[in-house]
């Protein structure tokens, strides 16, 4: 397929071809050079315990597998944020409406903060960058806003409904609407992070979670006690977000470019309007280290997939099951055929 793709591309001494006909970036130093996550050549990329003649370690299967990885990281936020969250003042017999619902949002504030990291982080980690205190700013932000008006939301339905009837169906509504609300505000600034996952895809998948999670809230806290209860519940929450997003992302994909970074270790970018920069520099979708920052990118818009080159602007039109091979890693794209 290479071929086909790049007419006009010259093959390196290794056997790499470069999209256009350039030489790939000079090789490193020694001991510098590029390295595959779970490359078995390096015994530093496996996980304690592992030996190199094994396949690819368990954790970098956990990072291949996008649901149970925003899944799990989500889930361990919300526990986390849940445990710091008693930190709190709680609220006191004499406090009045505002008081009690000042200290609830600031409780959902801090527990929905911790969340979002998680959930955050779980992005960059699945595209194999380290996790920037942007990426942790940004998720602690979005989070505590969203955690603060749901938290807001929660108790202010509670006192209005407080002369209906009780039980734990009101609870569930109450609580389902309201981490609806909390996921609906992530979503959307989720999805300025996530390419082509788009705002309206991006709040749908969070008002699911969001529901679907407050929902089993409700439910573990009712079996589990105070405390532990809390906390199983918020991860409950941070675990229903994640699997909605990879899910309602999934769904609504057109086209993807996988990008396999070793055998048996590979992700998957939803392919559109906003193209996906390959390069360099801190702000590409996919770095490969010795690259300048955009050294190109990938674009899928009306009907059409082309790679265009940072420098000269070269269109190069693509279809499914195009290769292309930058550096260390393969990308392949996937479209209905």
């Known amino acids: 397929m290479d071929e086909e793709i790049y007419p006009n591309q010259r093959r390196t001494a290794d056997g790499d071809l470069m999209p256009g006909g350039g030489n790939p970036p000079p090789p490193r130093p020694a001991g510098q050079e590029d390295r595959m996550p779970g490359d078995k050549s390096y015994e530093e990329d496996l996980m304690p315990g592992a030996k190199a003649s094994g396949g690819p370690s368990f954790f970098s299967k956990i990072k291949s597998e996008k649901w149970m990885l925003f899944a799990l990281m989500g889930l361990g936020g919300g526990v986390a944020g849940a445990f710091f969250a008693e930190l709190a003042p709680g609220s006191a017999s004499n406090d009045g409406a505002f008081a009690v619902a000042a200290k609830t949002g600031v409780w959902t504030a801090i527990a ?3 969340m979002s990291v998680g959930l955050f982080s779980a992005n960059d980690t699945y595209n194999r960058r380290k996790i920037s205190p942007g990426t942790v700013k940004r998720g602690a932000i979005s989070g505590a806003i969203g955690g603060f008006i749901a938290g807001l939301i929660a108790e202010g339905l509670f006192q209005a409904l407080r002369s209906g009837p009780s039980g734990v169906f009101k609870t569930l509504v109450v609580y389902a609407a309201c981490w609806s609300v909390l996921g609906v505000i992530l979503g959307f600034i989720f999805s300025r992070t996530v390419p082509n996952l788009g705002s309206i ?10 529901a679907g999670g407050g929902i089993g809230f409700v439910i ?4 589990l006690p105070d405390l532990f209860g809390r906390m199983v519940g918020i991860g409950t929450l941070g675990f229903s977000l994640g699997v909605a997003i990879v899910i309602i992302e999934a769904f609504f994909r057109e086209a ?7 055998p048996n270790e590979n992700t998957f970018m939803n392919l559109g309007a906003q193209p996906i920069y390959i390069g360099g520099g801190t702000s ?3 770095f490969v280290r010795g690259l300048k920052e955009r050294h190109a990118s990938v674009v899928f818009d009306q009907g059409k997939i082309e790679y265009i080159d940072g420098t000269s602007g070269k269109r190069t039109p693509l279809k499914n099951e195009s290769n292309l091979q930058v550096g260390h890693i393969k990308l392949i794209v996937h479209a209905a055929k």
Request: with cysteine.
């Open 112 to 114: 929905a903060a911790f």
């Open 201 to 210: 895809r991006g709040i749908a998948a969070g008002g699911i979670g969001g």
């Open 220 to 223: 573990v806290c009712y079996m």
């Open 256 to 262: 993807a470019l996988e990008v396999v970074w070793a």
């Open 284 to 286: 590409d979708e996919i």
